[in-house]
């Protein structure tokens, strides 16, 4: 997920076909932990990413802003970008 997301961001926008293909590796990654998946969970774990420092500096070392690019595609993903 980490590769596709250092490819995604070559692109620079979250509602494209690497970006979403890297939202979508997370939600399959998520599968492996969480009994139950649901959009809101995984927008609100994107969302901690990004506020939560630890989360933040993890997802950074892929690229500088990867944590702030993964939040927006994964919203976009989720339908949850305007809520």
């Known amino acids: 997920m980490l590769e596709a997301l250092k490819e995604a961001m070559l692109s620079g926008d979250p509602a494209g076909e690497a970006a979403q293909r890297a939202a979508d590796l997370h939600r399959q990654w998520l599968g492996f932990w969480w009994n139950h998946y ?5 927008a609100g774990l994107a ?3 990004v506020e939560d420092e630890r989360f933040k ?4 070392r892929v690229h500088p802003g990867a944590a702030e690019f993964l939040k927006e595609a994964i919203l976009i993903y989720t339908g949850m970008k305007d809520r």
């Open 38 to 42: 649901s959009k809101e969970a995984h």
């Open 47 to 49: 969302r901690m990413y």
């Open 57 to 60: 500096a993890y997802y950074d």
